[in-house]
């Protein structure tokens, strides 16, 4: 034993523990952003290729087709939601047409808000990572910084944690790190969306912080509500599942349904400017400890 | 020609824990069974571990955990850390205690990477989110046991590129 404590290995062994841990606090104060940009400019070229030759392979298989029973079972349901949605869209049009004439009698002009995007592709998902977080192969020279959402034509999917020069680390919906402010758009109901580990297991996220005598009902549609600046308003975030009764107190709570499948998505647009971003950040503020109080138990 | 054989060799297995790298991050590439993916660069690296002397197998360890780290957190060097000392120790305990053959492989990959994913959870997971036991029943341990079952496959193919890369020092 003895020995060994002497031998010139222990010594490397005990300058790599001191050297790592240096590293260790190094990056978890400063964030570690130059080395972390250093590794991106060598791995980032060869994750594309990968994930670009693994998705072209993908599609020339066809691993992911469906039967001719699912593809009926598709047609029948996107034919009823098809009709549903003409239904809606006829009463958006006549409800457009007086909103645009009411305008011009009241002269009320409006400026489209100008959204900055940029897209980018996921080139890695860690299997350490519990919440299916993801890296995209777009980062700072590309405009994109910490805080800009992420989101795909389906709707929101994520934010951007950590911006290094070729990439971007983004953190999905689905986690618990991610808190959205958001809002039914038929009851105008207002919520929270913050993702756990049993819901984030099943694809699912959690509405919570309504009444008691919520009416959100099952097929409602929530999008973000654009409170706090971080996120713009009116993205699709999912519909409502079920409304349960929440496990502490006689608030209840809304189990969503994703509009994008958050652990597969491959293509993304990071919105890197939006109309209010940055504006009453504080707005939306949670006691982390009330939330895990409630998973806890 | 010792020290280049020697050369090679590092540079060959530098070039697998990229490679598996790559394949581990890589969206879609290896199949999800029951919602987690293995993480194929902690049995590469403790099968590297077994073929070499201690400071190299902790420098390989470190490069392992670093790529480990840069995947998936905003702190590196904790992989890093764990995975280098284990490599360490695992070198040391084939080198003086027992024998480089399958059942030692699966042995030291078990203990290994039971403590990786370990420290992963009590330090990534248990003091940041909440359901920590659910989190370790649907996730660690899934990921533990498709990892292990990678531990074999990584050990001959190492077996085979140390015996090929070594003749001169044997």
């Known amino acids: 034993m003895n020995e060994f404590l002497k031998g010139s290995s222990f010594k490397v062994l005990v300058i790599a523990v001191v050297v790592l841990l240096g590293l260790l606090i190094y990056t978890a104060s400063a964030g570690g952003s130059l080395i972390a940009s250093l590794l991106g400019f060598v791995s980032s070229p060869m994750q594309s290729v990968a994930t670009e030759i693994t998705g072209n392979v993908t599609e020339f298989l066809d691993i992911d087709g469906l039967t001719k029973g699912e593809l009926k079972e598709l047609v029948g349901s996107l034919q009823e ?99 959205v402010s958001a809002i039914s758009i038929d009851k105008q109901e207002v919520g929270v969306v913050r993702g756990n580990v049993t819901m984030a297991s099943s694809g699912l996220l959690r509405l919570g912080f309504l009444s008691s005598e919520t009416k959100l009902e099952p097929g409602d549609i929530i999008t973000t509500s654009g409170v706090g600046g971080v996120y713009p308003p009116k993205l699709k975030i999912g519909q409502v599942q079920s409304i349960e009764k929440s496990e502490t107190d006689v608030s209840r709570y809304a189990v969503l349904k994703p509009f994008e499948d958050l652990s597969e998505v491959r293509e993304v647009q990071v919105i890197t400017s939006f109309p209010g971003q940055g504006e009453d950040e504080n707005v939306v503020e949670l006691d982390p400890g009330q939330d895990n109080q409630e998973d806890a138990e | 020609m010792k020290d280049l054989n020697r050369l090679i060799r590092y540079l060959a297995y530098t070039l697998e824990l990229l490679v598996l790298f790559m394949v581990q991050e890589t969206p879609g590439l ?137 003749p001169a020092e044997k």
């Open chain 1, 81 to 179: 939601e098809n009709s549903a949605l003409l239904d809606r869209l006829v009463e958006y049009d006549s409800v457009l047409r007086e909103n645009q004439q009411l305008k011009t009698q009241l002269h009320i002009s409006q400026e489209a808000p100008e959204i900055e995007m940029r897209s980018a592709s996921v080139i890695g998902r860690d299997p350490n990572d519990v919440f299916y977080g993801f890296s995209i192969n777009a980062g700072t020279l590309a405009g994109i910084s910490t805080g800009d959402p992420v989101i795909t034509s389906r709707g929101l999917v994520g934010i951007v944690v950590q911006a290094s020069a070729t990439t971007s680390k983004v953190n999905c919906l689905l986690s618990e790190d991610v808190e």
């Open chain 2, 30 to 166: 290896l199949p999800a069974v029951a919602g987690v993916r293995p993480v194929l660069l902690l049995p590469a690296a403790v099968a590297i571990a077994m073929f070499e002397e201690e400071v190299p197998a902790l420098a390989f360890g470190i490069v392992a955990g670093l790529l480990c780290d840069f995947g998936f957190s905003r702190v590196l060097g904790f992989h890093a850390l764990v995975l280098g000392a284990l490599c360490f120790f695992v070198s040391l305990l084939v080198r003086t205690r027992m024998q480089a053959n399958l059942v030692t492989a699966a042995l030291n990959g078990a203990w290994a990477l039971a403590l990786t994913l370990g420290a992963q959870w009590l330090f990534f997971y248990y003091f940041r989110y909440s359901q920590p036991g659910f989190a370790f029943r649907s996730h660690y341990l899934p990921k533990y046991l498709y990892t292990l079952l990678f531990i074999p496959l990584l050990y001959l193919l190492n077996r085979g590129l140390s015996g090929a890369l070594d």
